[in-house]
């Protein structure tokens, strides 16, 4: 599976931004797909996950109610609505596809197999 993460930008705080990842191959359904962002000088940090299946949904706790993630699995896409936007969410964001991750694991980034490049989310004060 290749990731291709898009929709990044610089913002001012309290604006939204709306991220995409587009999978090749045919069965995106397959995969628990994450966000995972990267602020400098810091280690990456899960963000959210909709696990394959039943479409269930985790948050980090500093993202639960602003920001929200889903997938179309026509298109291959998964999305990460980012709503009321704060300067410390600056990071730069990633997409993580897993094949056999456990919910216990699912904020894990060592449980995902693929990764797409990152895309850069700046929001200024």
């Known amino acids: 599976v290749q990731l291709q993460a898009s929709g990044g930008g610089l913002v001012q705080a309290g604006d939204s931004l709306r991220l995409s990842c587009a999978a090749s191959g045919r069965t995106f359904s397959i995969y628990t797909m994450g966000w995972f962002r990267q602020a400098p000088g810091k280690e990456r940090a899960f963000v959210a996950a909709?696990?394959?299946?039943?479409?269930?949904?985790y948050y980090a706790d500093s993202v639960k109610g602003r920001f929200t993630i889903s997938r179309d699995n026509a298109k291959n896409t998964v999305y990460l609505q980012m709503n009321s936007l704060k300067p410390e969410d600056t990071a730069n964001y990633y997409c993580?596809?897993?094949?056999?991750?456990?919910?216990?694991?699912?904020?894990?980034?060592?449980?995902?197999?693929?990764w797409g490049q990152g895309t850069l989310v700046t929001v200024s004060s």
């Open positions: 993580a596809a897993g094949r056999d991750i456990i919910m216990s694991s699912i904020r894990n980034p060592q449980g995902y197999n693929y």
């Open positions: 909709q696990r394959r299946g039943d479409g269930s949904t």
